[in-house]
């Protein structure tokens, strides 16, 4: 301490001597008077830190209650996931069209008696020569159908029931059965000669067409790619916990989803597939929660379920063939839409409907 600042002490101390001797009345007509002009500025607001600094130390020095509730600290556990795998809605399209509706047999039907109407009459001479074997020919036929057409029935467009060329309740002419056999029927041979001039039928081999169901369809080999020509079928596998999907794995490494589904159509259904991928983004996602989840130590990740991105792919050729399958599948079937719905989990089928077709 120097000594202008124990000399400011001592005037203060003797002016608060001082002030309380003096009468109340007087020591407030002289209050701050005396010591402010006694003490100069800097001694001032050297005591008035004083003051706070003894303040902050008193509050310092109080303890702190202590507290019972325990300090926040952050699970040291796994991290909670889910897998990403890649899944393929492997397809075979329709091989034929679909069966016509009664309605549109009738309309075709109709369609085809109205054009014999409005065409011209056939002039069978500019085709035929009079009187030949072809010419004779040609006058059967038109004598028992009516008509140059082959496939409508017995219709004649010029006779007076030639406006009555619409299908009746219960013809059978617009059913497409009884239109094959009557254009098989009109490809028959038959030879004029003899002596008496009659007509004698000569057999002939006639290739029929195929019929639209198969032996697969028959036997209802679900297995068969040969069934339902008329249909898409679709790829199921049945995993060795006894569910039904579509063949999916785990994305590996840098792959992207549509070398990870290139790579699961080999690895689940064989290398004897000529397949296509389509595209590069998925049509459709599952999630599969595990009923008990899987702890991987040494990713420090807690595996709760799947989740399947689902890409969609043709088949041009070739079999499935589960001999070679590395994710333990027994079983697979190439089914229709419904035939799906009818396989797999209500929440499975609520997930992948609308990424099938319906025919």
């Known amino acids: 301490m120097n000594a202008g600042q124990r000399s400011a002490r001592q005037l203060a101390s003797r002016t608060g001597e001082s002030y309380r001797k003096t009468p109340p009345d007087t020591a407030n007509a002289i209050k701050g008077g005396p010591a402010k002009e006694l003490i100069c500025k800097s001694c001032r ?205 785990r994305i590996a490494g840098r792959e992207n989803l549509h070398q990870t589904a290139e790579r699961i159509i080999v690895q689940a259904g064989g290398v004897n597939m000529n397949t296509w991928v389509v595209g590069n983004a998925p049509i459709g996602h599952y999630n599969y929660d595990f009923q008990k989840t899987i702890v991987d130590l040494e990713k420090g990740v807690e595996e709760l379920g799947e989740r399947v991105f689902f890409m969609k792919a043709r088949i041009m050729a070739g079999q499935a063939n589960l001999k070679a399958n590395k994710f333990g599948d027994v079983d697979f079937k190439w089914l229709a839409k419904e035939e799906v719905e009818e396989s797999v989990t209500p929440k499975y089928w609520s997930a992948v409907r609308n990424m099938l077709a319906e025919r």
């Open 45 to 249: 607001e050297h005591l008035s830190r004083r003051k706070y600094s003894a303040a902050a130390a008193a509050v310092a020095e109080t303890p702190e209650p202590i507290s019972s509730i325990p300090p926040f600290t952050q699970a040291s556990g796994p991290k909670q996931a889910y897998q990403l795998r890649a899944g393929v809605v492997l397809s075979r399209p329709p091989q034929l069209t679909r069966d016509l509706t009664p309605f549109e047999k009738a309309f075709f039907l109709y369609q085809r008696r109205l054009n014999e109407r409005l065409a011209l009459p056939f002039t069978r001479y500019f085709y035929f020569k009079k009187d030949t074997p072809a010419d004779l020919e040609w006058k059967r036929k038109m004598k028992t159908r009516m008509t140059p057409a082959r496939d409508i029935g017995v219709y004649n467009a010029y006779g007076k029931e030639g406006w009555n060329d619409e299908v009746l309740v219960g013809a059978k002419e617009s059913e497409t059965e009884e239109q094959i056999e009557a254009l098989l029927k009109d490809v028959e041979v038959v030879s004029v000669g003899g002596a008496e001039g009659e007509a004698a039928k000569k057999e002939s081999a006639i290739d029929r067409p195929m019929p639209r169901t198969t032996e697969a369809d028959k036997s209802g080999d679900q297995k068969s790619l040969d069934r339902l020509l008329q249909r898409t079928l679709y790829l199921l596998v049945k995993n060795k916990e006894g569910r039904w999907t579509f063949p999916h794995g």
